[in-house]
């Protein structure tokens, strides 16, 4: 299969500057030099590679587009292929017009994530590299980028190559022993084996850890506000989405649905959710959005408890402080535009606190810096450190954590060679991660995912 050149429009769909036509395989070169005209007679054939040359696609004599064409020779591409890029002009009718050209002079389209599948199967990218390529694309915040870009860039391969390959020198070890039985390994020696992989598994857990905070980073933190009515839940969710999402007034009682904005928030992704203000009602509606605002609280990754500074917190604060329960929470004491109440009843010493105005913005930023400290989202910027986003990866490391559970329990009770087996399996799983034991089938789902021409 590998060896058709393939074919496919690489910017998005839409009108632009200008358009991308990527083509990649061993015939790019020749499928093009029959639709690309240059005025000197240069032919892509004879180009060096990472030139760009001007022409025209022309078929059947008729003239497409007036082009620049790169030209880009195996192996140092993206996808390890001859690859050529036309650059036409932007238009939808003109973009396919080119690609039609290519398409009618022997290249295949390529299926979407295709040319990132071929960079994985020429061994340009492993796997966790070429998933990060995705996460780069769909990155919603700067942080998310920060770890694509890292994952992009090995950090997560050399991690797992690490590990396995310290299990790959165990398992010679292994071998050795079960080749020549009668060179027993000694206590010291089942000492070392049990150290090392106690060592492996400790930094596993490591990596598991580092998930909790990578799921937070990837897809954000879903974030509830939960107060009595008019503390101004829907003012924050308005001043950190910087629109008027939620309709505010001065009606207590005024939000009745939970409203759902994604946040950008000093380079943290919030999924913030605003709800009806607690309190007891008759009212059937109001009633059926505080169990909603209910329901929303026992799934909220971070509650935002917000209070009026004004009014001071009163015994309906103190019963929705109660609901709170062991969640992740930050009392957000909101209005202190105005002339602050005292009484905070102990509330700032039970959570976090923090002063905000929903109504000029104020403490927003201490807002953030609380979440992100809060979910030790700021360790994750430093360059070496490693955070799996991903929750296949998440599944790979556990299955890894079991096997090497069970043959660390295992080591100097049963033979060496049933040692093994877990130890093997440990090894397949952080293959999973980069690529090396992974079924036909995960890779087709994983490159599925793309979009077309990437
Ligand atoms: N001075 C001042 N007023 C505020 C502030 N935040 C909100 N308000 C006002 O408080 C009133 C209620 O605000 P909302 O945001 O609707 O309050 P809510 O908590 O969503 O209320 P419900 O939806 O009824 O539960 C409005 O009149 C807002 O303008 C603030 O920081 N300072
Ligand atoms: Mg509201």
């Known amino acids: 299969m590998l060896c058709e050149t393939i074919a496919a429009v690489a910017t998005p769909h839409g009108v632009g500057g200008i358009s991308v036509i990527r083509i990649s395989g061993p015939e790019a070169f020749g499928i093009c030099d029959k639709i690309f005209k240059s005025p000197k007679g240069k032919t892509l054939s004879q180009a060096k590679s990472h030139t760009i040359l001007y022409g025209h696609i022309k078929l059947g004599g008729k003239t497409i587009d007036e082009v620049l064409v790169s030209v880009l020779r195996a192996p140092h591409t993206f996808t390890g292929e001859d690859t050529v890029e036309i650059n036409c002009h932007g238009g939808i009718t003109v973009t396919n017009a080119v690609?039609?050209?290519?398409?009618?002079?022997?290249?295949?389209?390529?299926?979407?994530?295709?040319?990132?599948?071929?960079?994985?199967?020429?061994?340009?990218?492993?796997?966790?590299?070429?998933?990060?390529?995705?996460?780069?694309?769909?990155?919603?915040?700067?942080?998310?980028?920060?770890?694509?870009?890292?994952?992009?860039?090995?950090?997560?391969?050399?991690?797992?190559?690490?590990?396995?390959?310290?299990?790959?020198?165990?398992?010679?070890?292994i071998d050795v022993c079960?080749?020549?039985?009668?060179?027993?390994?000694?206590?010291?020696?089942?000492?070392?084996?049990?150290?090392?992989?106690n060592d492996i598994?400790?930094?596993?857990?490591?990596?598991?850890?580092?998930?909790?905070?990578?799921?937070?980073?990837?897809?954000?933190?879903?974030?509830?506000?939960?107060?009595?009515?008019?503390?101004?839940?829907?003012?924050?969710?308005?001043?950190?989405?910087?629109?008027?999402?939620a309709i505010v007034t001065d009606i207590a009682g005024t939000t009745r649905d939970v409203i759902e904005e994604r946040v950008n928030l000093a380079g943290l992704t919030l999924n913030v959710f605003d709800t009806a203000g607690i309190r007891d009602t008759d009212n059937p509606v109001e009633s059926l959005g505080?169990?909603?605002?209910?329901?929303?609280?026992?799934?909220?990754?971070?509650?935002?408890?917000?209070?009026?500074?004004?009014?001071?917190?009163?015994?309906?604060?103190?019963?929705?402080a109660e609901k709170l329960g062991e969640k992740k929470a930050i009392l957000v004491i909101n209005k202190t535009d105005l002339e602050a109440h005292p009484a905070l009843c102990g509330l700032d010493e039970h959570f976090p606190a923090v002063r905000i105005s929903a109504k000029?913005?104020?403490?927003?930023?201490?807002?953030?810096?609380?979440?992100?400290?809060?979910?030790?989202?700021g360790e994750i910027?430093?360059?070496d450190s490693v955070t799996i986003t991903n929750l296949r990866h998440k599944?790979?490391?556990?299955?890894?954590?079991?096997?090497?559970?069970?043959?660390?329990?295992?080591?100097?009770?049963?033979?060496?060679?049933?040692?093994?087996?877990?130890?093997?399996?440990?090894?397949?799983?952080f293959g999973e991660i980069t690529g090396q034991t992974v079924s036909e089938e995960i890779v087709d789902r994983i490159f599925s995912r793309f979009c077309l021409g990437k």
């Open 201 to 245: 598994l400790k930094e596993t857990d490591a990596l598991l850890l580092s998930a909790e905070r990578g799921t937070f980073i990837r897809d954000g933190i879903n974030t509830v506000i939960i107060g009595q009515p008019n503390v101004g839940k829907s003012s924050l969710l308005n001043v950190l989405a910087d629109k008027e999402r």
């Open 290 to 320: 505080i169990n909603k605002a209910e329901e929303y609280l026992q799934k909220a990754d971070l509650v935002l408890f917000l209070i009026d500074a004004a009014r001071g917190v009163c015994n309906e604060d103190l019963k929705i």
């Open 178 to 197: 079960a080749d020549y039985p009668e060179e027993e390994i000694d206590a010291l020696g089942e000492a070392q084996l049990s150290d090392e992989l």
């Open 381 to 383: 910027t430093a360059d």
């Open 395 to 429: 599944q790979a490391l556990f299955s890894a954590k079991e096997c090497l559970s069970a043959a660390i329990s295992s080591v100097g009770l049963v033979p060496f060679d049933l040692l093994g087996i877990d130890i093997t399996n440990a090894i397949s799983a």
């Open 99 to 173: 690609l039609g050209a290519v398409l009618a002079s022997g290249a295949v389209l390529a299926s979407p994530g295709e040319f990132t599948k071929r960079a994985f199967l020429n061994g340009r990218l492993d796997l966790s590299q070429a998933e990060a390529v995705i996460d780069l694309i769909n990155a919603p915040s700067s942080l998310a980028l920060d770890t694509a870009t890292h994952q992009l860039e090995g950090n997560i391969s050399r991690k797992i190559a690490n590990l396995r390959e310290r299990l790959i020198n165990i398992m010679a070890q």
């Open 360 to 377: 000029t913005g104020e403490g927003t930023e201490q807002l953030s810096e609380m979440i992100s400290s809060m979910f030790s989202l």
